[in-house]
């Protein structure tokens, strides 16, 4: 009782936090009017992709009776934790998230529960700057509604949209330990990092933490150097470090053998500044549709010309950028957002300017990140919390008419432009042929709204220069017209017929899969697939059904299989290849699988002769680049049986001979149990992805990399059994690190009542 009463929080608190959270909810719930009950989902191929590794992961771990650290489903087989797949479980507030499972409900719950926190977060955080309530809230539903973070769930980025919920918080939490430092707020930041990185994406976890840097060099440049505070700071980063563990230090060795580590130790910068922003295309903060609406309909300048939604900052926060920028607020608050949102903007430009290829080249682990425009949503935020001060400063000042008159003049300003821009300048614009009359009508339906919605706010504004008004009921009508300014935009995202549909209809698209997972459930021993068809646009069917493809989709596929990919989708478009052909030999695929209406089960082992999953090899040749490699399987010669290749030192060994045998007596994802009985010393190759963490767990026997991607060994003289691992030590370790910093952190956050106890 004691502890409880140490924790006082105000009526007027209760009731404001209420509202907030009530009025978010009911803004989120009307937004996903049809998918809140489960009738209909998002189904785009982001969904699909980790959907279907889900259920079979699920399916295996049901199977085996432990959950698969490896994945033999895509690419001919990848980790699972390590490349960041299916890592709920990691994530602490999961096991609070599951008891919506209890009550059967949506999935899309889950994240529409972090979309609320997110814009919770920003009403904590505005609050704590010492803004009003309403004004608070007007942030908070602006970054709610923040078209970037919708598109998240509508196209299947889970992930990013959760891990983006924590950057207000942490910036809360952030500003919270500079005013008062203390073990209780290191705590609270702490937890929050720690959360952030947990939920996986680490790309938008590091820009938080570029946000973090930011704040500290501008404090060291504005303010007093507090050691105290800094000492703080890297406490929590250390702790919130420390408690993502079980999921960073994974993926951070996994990355070495990624394609995101395949040049230099990071993604070539020519892949990695594919879809860059533009100076162009800031055209969109004011005019969504200006280069279409994403899709088919866009026409822009981001490479390649693939995106799903315009960058709308909503009228009222360009509004009130420029009033804040023309008072010229110069707390440091202010400044402090304002370097933020210049810095992110900047970096979403990519190729378009050098600041992202300096951090590319030079910030620690900078070159494992791609889509530079994921900085925007740095930006956007920033932009919100920049416009609401604007909206605070105004307001604090309303009874000054002359303040009234500037904003009346930037609306009359803005007002002019649309209309000029309406009645002149679109038919100017050269926009590509194909799309021309979609995208001026678009424009034009754009360009109403903004006038209709100015010539409200025109109204409102002159209203209460000539008559009394008051501050909340002026503030509420501009949350209200805000409510419909951004409404508009989410919903043609949220309502995108190409990527909606009704649950009963994807229970259907799901249902040719279970037969296809009956009609190979006999399988005796483990093979590989290929398919020469597309299943509905779903990513990785294949896995969803407990097959072993050698194709699928991940964003961070090993690198060794991602050599070979290029020639094994030459032969999906029907061009022979004989490396392509090898690859296939070599990955044991002995069946074809197409899609025609139905399904279309083709045995191709007679044509294409692959090897066994496991084979004896008479000779190794070791080479140093992999064009060596390549240019040895460029040939209808190779044979992997009297020929294998490897870039590691060759062990001492004898040609396999009639008498010796090697055979898979079980096989599951995380073990391989393997007999052999030789009168030598044999090399085994074996056709399984080579990845690290495999050891042979009973005897000191190294595994080598072989041809590129498989697995090989030494087989000891005489009969033995041999048990290949997945190791899951680095997974396990982490994790009990992760847990044991939560504790700590947790009882931190304590701190400050228990010691107020104890002083009592």
């Not at 919270?176 to 939920?199: H, M, P, S, T």
């Not at 995208?439 to 010539?455: A, F, P, R």
């Not at 896995?543 to 194709?551: F, G, K, P, Q, V």
């Amino acid at each position: 009782m004691n502890l409880i009463k140490n924790f006082k929080i105000s009526k007027n608190k209760i009731i404001h936090l209420s509202i907030v959270v009530t009025t978010l909810f009911l803004i989120t719930a009307f937004l996903y009017k049809k998918f809140i009950d489960g009738t209909h989902v998002f189904a785009s191929g982001d969904y699909f992709a980790p959907k279907m590794i889900s259920e079979s992961i699920k399916n295996l771990q049901d199977l085996n009776g432990e959950y698969p650290y490896w994945l033999p489903s895509i690419f001919g087989g990848m980790p699972t934790i390590h490349s960041l797949q299916n890592i709920s479980n990691y994530y602490m507030p999961n096991f609070v998230l599951n008891i919506l499972k209890i009550f059967s409900t949506p999935e899309i719950w889950t994240q529409l529960i972090h979309l609320i926190f997110a814009g919770l977060g920003v009403y904590v955080l505005l609050r704590f700057l010492k803004v009003d309530f309403l004004i608070s809230l007007f942030g908070s539903i602006l970054f709610l509604m923040t078209p970037y973070m919708n598109v998240c769930i509508v196209h299947g980025h889970g992930s990013q949209i959760m891990t983006a919920a924590y950057i207000p918080w942490i910036c809360f939490a952030l500003f919270k330990l500079w005013e008062k430092i203390n073990l209780q707020n290191l705590g609270i930041l702490a937890i929050l990092i720690g959360f952030q990185l947990q939920r996986g994406h680490i790309q938008i976890a590091y820009y938080t933490w570029l946000m973090i840097g930011i704040f500290l060099l501008y404090k060291i440049i504005t303010s007093k150097f507090i050691p105290k505070f800094y000492y703080h700071i890297i406490g929590a980063l250390l702790s919130g470090f420390l408690m993502s563990l079980s999921i960073i230090w994974p993926s951070y060795l996994y990355s070495d053998h990624s394609i995101r580590g395949a040049v230099q130790g990071g993604a070539a910068l020519d892949y990695a500044t594919n879809w860059s922003f533009s100076i162009y295309e800031m055209i969109t903060f004011l005019i969504p549709s200006f280069y279409g609406f994403g899709g088919r309909s866009y026409w822009g300048t981001i490479e390649p010309a693939m995106t799903d939604f315009p960058n709308y900052l909503g009228i009222f926060t360009v509004v009130f950028i420029i009033y804040g920028a023309i008072k010229k607020i110069k707390n440091h608050t202010y400044v402090y957002f304002l370097i933020l949102s210049i810095f992110f903007l900047l970096l979403s430009f990519g190729k378009n300017f050098f600041l992202f290829e300096v951090l590319f080249n030079y910030m620690p682990f900078f070159n494992k990140f791609r889509v530079p425009m994921m900085a925007l949503m740095m930006f956007q935020f920033s932009i919100i919390i920049l416009s609401t001060l604007g909206f605070q400063t105004f307001i604090d000042s309303i009874e000054n008419k002359i303040n009234s008159k500037y904003l009346i003049g930037i609306l009359g300003f803005l007002l002019i432009f649309f209309v000029i821009f309406k009645f002149l300048i679109v038919d100017l614009i050269n926009i590509r042929t194909d799309v021309l009359l979609t995208v001026k009508n678009m424009i034009h339906s754009d360009l109403n709204k903004l006038i209709i919605m100015l010539l409200s706010i025109v109204g409102f504004t002159i209203y209460s220069l000539y008559n009394t008004i008051k501050k909340n009921i002026f503030i509420a009508s501009f949350i209200i017209l805000v409510i419909i300014d951004m409404y508009f935009i989410n919903q043609q995202i949220i309502d995108n017929p190409s990527v909606k549909i009704k649950q009963s209809t994807l229970q259907e698209m799901i249902l040719p899969l279970d037969d296809l997972q009956e009609l190979t459930k006999d399988i005796k021993k483990p093979y590989r697939i290929i398919s020469f068809t597309r299943y509905n646009q779903v990513r990785n069917w294949a896995a969803y059904a407990n097959l072993e493809d050698i194709t699928g989709y991940h964003p961070a596929k090993l690198k060794n299989y991602a050599q070979f990919e290029p020639y094994i989708q030459a032969l999906l478009q029907g061009q022979n290849t004989y490396i392509g052909i090898n690859a296939l030999k070599l990955l044991n695929v002995k069946k074809m699988i197409n899609w025609n209406r139905e399904w279309e089960i083709i045995p191709i082992e007679e044509n294409l002769q692959p090897i066994d999953r496991i084979f004896f090899v008479d000779n190794l040749i070791k080479y140093d680049k992999d064009e060596e490699l390549l240019l040895a399987m460029n040939s209808d010669q190779f044979n992997p049986l009297k020929l294998s290749y490897t870039k590691s030192d060759i062990p001492k060994f004898t040609k396999s001979n009639l008498y010796s045998t090697v055979k898979i007596t079980s096989w599951s994802p995380n073990r391989i149990i393997i007999e052999t009985e030789t009168n030598n010393d044999h090399f085994v190759g074996l056709s399984e992805i080579y990845y690290p963490n495999w050891v042979i767990k009973n005897y000191n026997i190294d595994i080598i990399q072989i041809n590129g991607f498989l697995r090989g060994f030494v087989a000891p003289k005489g009969k033995h059994t041999i048990i290949m691992e997945f190791n899951s030590n680095d997974v396990k370790y982490s994790s009990i690190i992760s847990i044991t910093v939560f504790l700590i952190m947790l009882f931190l956050c304590f701190s400050t009542a228990f010691i107020t106890i104890k002083n009592k």
